[in-house]
C-alpha cells in the first residue's frame, strides 16, 4: 500500500510563492514517475505538473509553465511543486499522485494514469 502525505499548502496574496511538499512511503519511490493535480470548487482535477522517475522529465500544464517548478529527491521519498506568480485562480486543493506504470519513459498528464493518491492540501492566493 503507498501512502501520499501532502503539506505546505496555505494562504498567500496574488504574486507569492509557496512550496508543496509530497511524501511517498511504501513502494519504491524513485522507480514511478509522480504528479501534482488540483481541484477547484466546482471544477474537475486537473492536471498541474509531472516528473519522470529519473528527474530527468517534466511536463507542466499552459497555465501554470514558467510559474511553477517539479522535482523529486529520490533519497527523501518526497516530490515538491515551487509555486510562484501565484494568482486567485490557482486556489484550488492540490493532490500528488503516483503512477502505476513502473519506470515509464514519459510521465503522464493523464489522470487516470496515476493509481495512489494524497489526501490534498488546500492553497488559497487572495487578490
Known amino acids: 500500500q503507498v501512502q501520499l502525505v501532502e503539506s505546505g499548502g496555505g494562504l498567500v496574496q496574488a504574486g507569492g510563492s509557496l512550496r508543496l511538499s509530497c511524501a511517498a512511503s511504501g513502494r519504491t519511490f524513485s522507480s514511478y514517475a509522480m504528479g501534482w493535480f488540483r481541484q477547484a470548487p466546482g471544477k474537475e482535477r486537473e492536471f498541474v505538473a509531472a516528473?519522470?522517475?529519473?528527474?530527468?522529465?517534466?511536463y507542466y500544464a499552459d497555465s501554470v509553465k514558467g510559474r511553477f517548478t517539479i522535482s523529486r529527491d529520490n533519497a527523501k521519498n518526497t516530490v515538491y511543486l515551487q509555486m510562484n506568480s501565484l494568482k486567485p485562480e490557482d486556489t484550488a486543493v492540490y493532490y500528488c499522485a503516483a503512477d502505476r506504470v513502473w519506470a515509464a519513459d514519459r510521465p503522464s498528464r493523464a489522470i487516470e494514469r496515476y493509481d495512489y493518491w494524497g489526501q490534498g492540501t488546500q492553497v488559497t492566493v487572495s487578490s
Open positions: 516528473i519522470s522517475w529519473s528527474g530527468g522529465s517534466t
